[in-house]
């Protein structure tokens, strides 16, 4: 079934099924049928979870980077939670400056003062979490919310919504953070979060939009426009779908941004430094190491190869979003999963036959 | 209305809202624009001051006077903005004007030459890649620059300083030139500031994610029919490459490779600050540091009247490089 039959029978049941709640409001009702339409229901949830969350699922466990970059984030997010209780406090009873993989107690190595590396770096997850989640959910309801209507209502809307994102856009990001940081001086994660995340939501509203532009003119949009859905509704059921996957990357995307901004400030030493965290962590170690000789390196790249690999833990999946996203791969994958559209498959051969 | 007045209009609104910004920003300190003295006396001498002292103070960093009605106060900061007044700065006492024009031909030296060479290896390297699709090298090359893209800048930067500064003394660990050398127009000065560049410039190129980008769009370009034709009519390989996909896939990052330019500009504060290179990016974080607000907001008016002359230029050369572009901005990359 073609994408728009889909699309046009829903819309039509739902009407259907609206029209018949309000023509009969009593519990014992005549039309019966209504349980067809909730097995319909079950079906396309099914259908739902299958295509849209099951299948790219698959797609991104098989390719090694999605599952390289799954598991790279599950970790961090284990750490910042069950780890958090499992690994006691940091506490100065090490020997000082201790290089990693000496001592198992401190597996890490230790700093200056003697505390366990391994532990810091446990400890100031929930922190770096919380101030990539708020930036995270800021940044993205900016860029969808903005991306999708200015690039779905055109005319007005659209003209005042790219002037307010080329503006965003257009000033220079790091600068800008120095300035409101030094104005602000923010303590609290969340703050910091959305601070950092202050004019990176207009990339993403950019790109966002110029996907809509396509999407809007497709033959199933337009034909749900012409039944009469709302701008809401056609935004929400045919629109947002669509973009999903790009949703995806820009969310791995705004991540690291966020990830690798703050640290960089923290590292600066813009940002306030009383509580531990993986960009102070970096600027301690800087500033600690000496360089000639070349001593106390462990201090350093501990909080640098942490920060690191969460980069790759981002990058990698997005990468495997991209295939997700690449409908030449999809259609590959289809056929092994949910037995895919029959000219989908002969393109993907075509595509296939002709790189080779 | 003509594209290229949008195009000009989108700018200037850009530079009224970065001074704006800042205007607010000096208000929303914890005592206003007088917050600005706090940096240079105690609080008792303040408070003995004459009145109209701290007015003349307050006008000498910031560029307004701050018993003036708000309107009034605006106005006045323009003014001075427009006369290359932006304010003193507070630990080098000097404006902050010449604090900045001798660092700025620097931070212009690096940026350009990191993105000289970003583009000449990211193009080349990308399209080759996409043209190989799936070949060892590919896997092998998508494997390193993921890796590479996924460390931030600064990262690499100390790295770089760390292995090839200190490690092996092949670079120096910081400074613009050597200090034994006159500055002047001479080959050995020259060749100073390039040895004394190549760390900054290759931590900078080195991060970036241009390869992958055009690696992924000349996938793209690849499935179309025309280069299906040049394959049937048996053209060599190199010559599809370089004349046909190269050619068609780079077009969208023509916008995309000045926005990278943009972004090196901006990201010059942390490697400046790692070189100890003193560039804009340099009293940026000197003055962040230091909580110098005019200086701060000197280097970002800087940083802002910078982007904007660049990105005006590539949206109103694109249409020249690109005719298939329907006019000034119609054509967005990601």
Redo the contacts between chains.
């Keep these: 079934m073609s994408p728009s039959e889909r699309d046009i029978r829903s819309d039509a049941a739902s009407s259907q099924q609206n029209a018949g709640d309000d023509a009969d409001a009593s519990p014992a009702s005549a039309f019966s049928s209504d349980a067809d339409y909730s097995m319909t229901r079950t079906d396309e949830l099914r259908e739902l979870y299958d295509r849209k969350f099951y299948a790219p699922l698959q797609i991104l466990i098989k390719d090694y980077?999605g599952a390289l970059g799954i598991s790279i984030l599950l970790l961090y997010i284990l750490m910042g939670t069950v780890g958090v209780a499992v690994v006691p406090i940091p506490n100065q009873d090490g020997p000082r400056m201790l290089p990693w993989f000496r001592d198992l107690a401190f597996p890490l190595g230790t700093d200056g003062t003697g505390k366990s590396l391994l532990r810091m770096i446990v400890h100031a997850t929930p922190r770096m979490l919380q101030m990539m989640l708020a930036g995270t959910i800021f940044s993205l309801a900016f860029s969808v919310g903005i991306g999708t209507l200015a690039g779905f209502k055109r005319g007005m809307t659209d003209r005042i919504l790219m002037?307010v994102t080329?503006?965003a856009l257009?000033?220079?990001?790091?600068?800008?953070l120095?300035?409101?940081?030094?104005?602000?001086q923010p303590s609290n994660p969340m703050v910091i979060g959305i601070i950092l995340s202050i004019n990176g939501w207009a990339?993403g509203a950019?790109?966002l939009?110029?996907q809509v532009l396509q999407l809007r003119n497709a033959d199933h949009v337009e034909a749900s426009r012409a039944m009469g859905a709302s701008t809401g509704r056609n935004i929400q059921k045919n629109v947002l779908p669509e973009l999903m996957p790009l949703i995806m990357i820009r969310l791995m995307t705004t991540l690291?941004s966020i990830i690798?901004a703050a640290?960089?400030l923290y590292?600066?030493?813009?940002l306030p430094t009383n509580d531990n965290n993986w960009g102070v962590m970096l600027n301690r170690s800087?500033q600690a190491?000496d360089?000639?000789p070349?001593t106390n390196?462990h201090y350093?790249m501990v909080p640098?190869l942490t920060?690191?690999l969460f980069?790759?833990?981002?990058?990698?999946l997005a990468?495997a979003f991209?295939r997700v996203f690449n409908p030449?791969l999809r259609a590959k994958y289809a056929k092994t999963l949910s037995g895919g559209d029959k000219d989908d498959d002969a393109d993907a051969a075509a595509?296939e036959a002709?790189?080779e | 209305m003509h594209p290229i007045i949008g195009r000009i209009q989108?700018?200037l609104?850009?530079l009224v809202?970065?001074v704006s910004?800042?205007f607010v920003?000096?208000h929303?300190?914890p005592s206003g624009p007088l917050d600005i003295l706090f940096g240079l006396y105690d609080a008792q001498t303040i408070r003995n001051m004459d009145p109209r002292t701290i007015q003349e103070l307050t006008k000498q960093y910031t560029g307004f006077s701050s018993n003036e009605p708000l309107y009034i106060q605006y106005l006045q900061y323009w003014e001075s903005l427009l006369q290359l007044d932006f304010g003193t700065s507070v630990i080098y006492q000097e404006p902050v004007f010449e604090v900045l024009a001798p660092a700025v031909p620097w931070t212009v030296l690096v940026s350009t030459l990191a993105m000289v060479l970003n583009v000449t290896i990211g193009v080349s390297l990308g399209a080759y890649m996409a043209y190989r699709?799936?070949s060892r090298f590919d896997i092998g090359a998508t494997f390193v620059s993921?890796?590479v893209?996924?460390?931030?800048y600064?990262?690499v930067a100390?790295?770089l300083l760390?292995f090839l500064g200190?490690?092996t003394g092949l670079f120096p660990?910081g400074g613009r030139y050597a200090d034994s050398i006159t500055p002047g127009f001479r080959l050995d000065f020259i060749l100073s500031i390039l040895h004394h560049a190549a760390l900054p410039v290759l931590s900078l190129t080195v991060t970036s994610f241009a390869a992958l980008g055009l690696r992924?769009h000349s996938i793209r370009v690849?499935?179309s029919d025309y280069i299906?034709v040049a394959?049937l009519r048996g053209l060599a390989e190199r010559r599809i490459v370089f004349h046909y996909v190269l050619r068609n896939s780079i077009l969208p990052f023509y916008t995309s490779f000045v926005v990278g330019l943009?972004?090196l500009?901006?990201?010059s504060?942390?490697t400046e600050?790692i070189f100890q290179y003193v560039g804009v990016g340099w009293y940026?974080?000197k003055?962040?540091?230091a909580?110098d607000?005019p200086l701060?907001?000197g280097?970002?008016t800087f940083?802002?009247f910078?982007?904007?002359i660049m990105?005006l230029v590539v949206d109103l050369t694109y249409s020249y490089v690109d005719p298939r572009a329907e006019g000034v901005g119609a054509d967005?990359s990601?």
């Design positions: 980077r002037t080329d503006t257009n000033l220079p990001g790091l600068p800008l120095l300035v409101l940081v030094a104005v602000l990339g950019r790109s939009r110029s690291r690798f640290v960089g590292f600066l030493g813009v800087y190491v360089f000639e070349l390196v350093l640098l920060i690191s980069g790759i833990g981002t990058i990698f990468q991209d030449r595509s002709m790189l | 989108q700018s609104i850009t809202a970065a910004l800042g920003l000096i929303q300190l699709e799936g993921v890796i893209s996924a460390v931030p600064y990262i100390i790295l760390i200190f490690g660990n992924a690849l499935g299906r394959r943009v972004g500009v901006s990201g504060v942390i600050k940026t974080f003055g962040a540091n909580g607000i701060v907001l280097t970002f940083f802002t910078a982007t904007v990105l967005e990601f």
